[in-house]
């Protein structure tokens, strides 16, 4: 059994025990939150998906970790203009694990 969530502009595939990086969400470390923007579950042969979101479906976390990940590095350059801009960029995460899917 699998589904399909959206949290931080993005979309998961998610299972039970699967533990993932997500945007960072403001919550306490080993707290559980729900996820409410489900967009399909499916079990097996059945599939259901929403219209944009299933009405009543919800996939429970814990949080597991909060952090940063590596760094990204920006680097411009326009030639024979003497111009050049260095930039780096660290985004927060949120680490959660799937606790369960209804």
Known sequence: MYAVVKTGGKQYKVAVGEKLKVEQIPA??????????????????????????????????????????????????RRRKHYQKRQGHRQNFTQIEIVAIA
């Open 28 to 77: 306490e470390l080993d707290s559980q939150i729900e996820l409410n923007e489900v967009l399909m579950i499916a079990d097996g042969e059945a599939v259901k998906v929403g219209m944009p979101f299933i009405e009543g479906a919800k996939v429970t976390a814990k949080v597991v970790a909060h952090g940063r990940h590596d760094k990204v590095r920006i680097f411009k350059m």
